[in-house]
């Protein structure tokens, strides 16, 4: 009997011993994978975005013009001097109001857009086509949005101001009238970017159990109360990608708003983006230029963080 109990037990020993090899095997396959997966993604990004941002923030600490190979290191002039240049506060003001603007419009108006495209009293077609002609511009390059933009901006053959006299208005100067055309700059770039958070405020509403709503609706809630306490609450998720991506490419836009408006009147529309290319490009004051990369670099990310950590605690909350 105790030789019988002793050879089924050697017998099940092995067996787990051959379960565990063969299973440490195909774990091992698994990670041999993973990494040859990883290994050209992350040889493209040390490429095309470590090094260069490390570059970046060395050229910031010299005087160079881009071409020669002479580099004088100058420590911290470059920035010292940054806020003394022509335009650099007018600039900067037009770049914040121009991210807080374009963010705040695109997130309110692709939520309400999203909530109408989401609406099943719509036919399939129709939701479908509706879905399509918002997300169109979002394909299309910030070149050839700018350049659309702008002729429709036009105050003699622009179709706007069109429009506008045959309704009996008075043409309007969009392009060259200080504010106006900050606001004609930001809804160019709220019509290119609306799309994408449509898709993604569509996917999280999607995610909702409708149960939640029937239930909402039985204890007598409005379609106000449902959206107040239910939607927006369980869309913050879908909130905080949208204002991060969104406020991140707003900072970091160039050609969408220099070809609607020139940067004209004035600095009034001109942004920090525009000047990196005016000192880099332009003047031959390449560290300059990388300075002030660096330092909205550092300005998109303390903004991003402190959206990230005041989101975040909101959708904890929910």
């Given at each position: 009997?105790?030789?019988a109990h002793t050879a089924r037990s050697s017998h099940s020993r092995f067996e787990r011993h051959s379960r565990f090899e063969r299973h440490s095997s195909f774990e091992r396959a698994r990670i041999r994978t993973g990494v040859a997966f990883l290994v050209p993604t992350t040889l493209l990004c040390i490429l095309f975005i470590i090094v260069p941002l490390v570059n970046v923030v060395i050229y910031s600490f010299h005087d160079w013009n881009g071409v020669s190979k002479d580099m004088a290191y100058i420590g911290l002039d470059n920035y010292r001097m940054l806020p003394s240049t022509e335009?650099?506060?007018?600039?900067?003001?037009a770049t914040l109001a121009f991210a807080v603007g374009t963010t705040a419009l695109v997130i309110v108006l692709s939520f309400i857009l999203a909530l109408a495209l989401d609406?099943?009293?719509?036919?399939?077609?129709?939701?479908?086509?509706?879905r399509t002609l918002w997300f169109f511009p979002c394909i299309l390059s910030g070149s050839v949005v700018g350049i659309v933009w702008r002729i429709m901006y036009n105050y003699n053959n622009g179709v706007i101001n069109a429009i506008l006299k045959m309704a009996g208005l008075s043409p309007v100067n969009w392009l060259e009238t200080y504010g106006l055309t900050n606001l004609a700059v930001i809804f160019a770039a709220v019509w290119a970017q609306a799309g994408l958070c449509i898709v993604i405020f569509l996917a999280g509403l999607q995610s909702i159990s409708p149960e939640l709503h029937e239930a909402a609706a039985i204890d007598g809630a409005s379609m106000g109360q449902i959206r107040r306490h239910i939607t927006i609450p369980m869309m913050a998720p879908s909130i905080t990608i949208n204002v991060?991506?969104?406020s991140i490419a707003a900072f970091k836009m160039y050609e969408l708003p220099w070809l609607v408006s020139g940067g004209l009147p004035g600095y009034s529309t001109r942004l920090l983006t525009q000047r990196i290319y005016f000192f880099a490009f332009q003047s031959g004051k390449f560290g300059v230029g990388s300075a002030l990369a660096v330092i909205l670099i550092l300005?998109?990310?303390?903004?991003s963080l402190v959206q990230l950590v005041v989101l975040r605690k909101r959708e904890d909350i929910y």
């Open positions: 009997m105790s030789q335009g650099f506060w007018q600039m900067a003001v609406s099943k009293n719509r036919g399939r077609f129709t939701r479908g086509l509706f991060l991506t969104t300005i998109i990310t303390a903004i």
